[in-house]
């Protein structure tokens, strides 16, 4: 069973300067400044993250893109 340790924080979900769709350029790299920051798991489309104010579309494209990007290298609790 996964027992969650450490830190493991929120993600904030980053837009495109126009605001009307999510930033994958910008999601990549939070999601990849935050592992070599040393985090122990990231949290995709929390609070921080906008998610009441995404369609599920957007949802699933910013939970599929930080799975990605992580590829294995902690975990992501979505």
């Known amino acids: 069973m996964f027992k969650p340790e450490g830190i493991m924080p929120a993600l904030v979900t ?3 300067d ?5 930033d994958e350029e910008r999601l990549r790299f939070l999601v ?9 798991g ?4 929390g609070t921080t993250g906008e998610f009441v104010n995404l369609t599920l579309e957007e949802r699933k494209q910013v939970i599929k893109i930080v799975v990605d990007e992580v590829n294995g290298r902690v975990p992501v609790i979505a």
Do not use: Q, S
């Open 18 to 22: 126009d605001g009307k769709a999510v």
């Open 14 to 16: 980053p837009f495109t």
């Open 42 to 45: 990231v949290v995709p489309c």
């Open 32 to 40: 990849n400044r935050c592992i070599e920051l040393g985090v122990h």
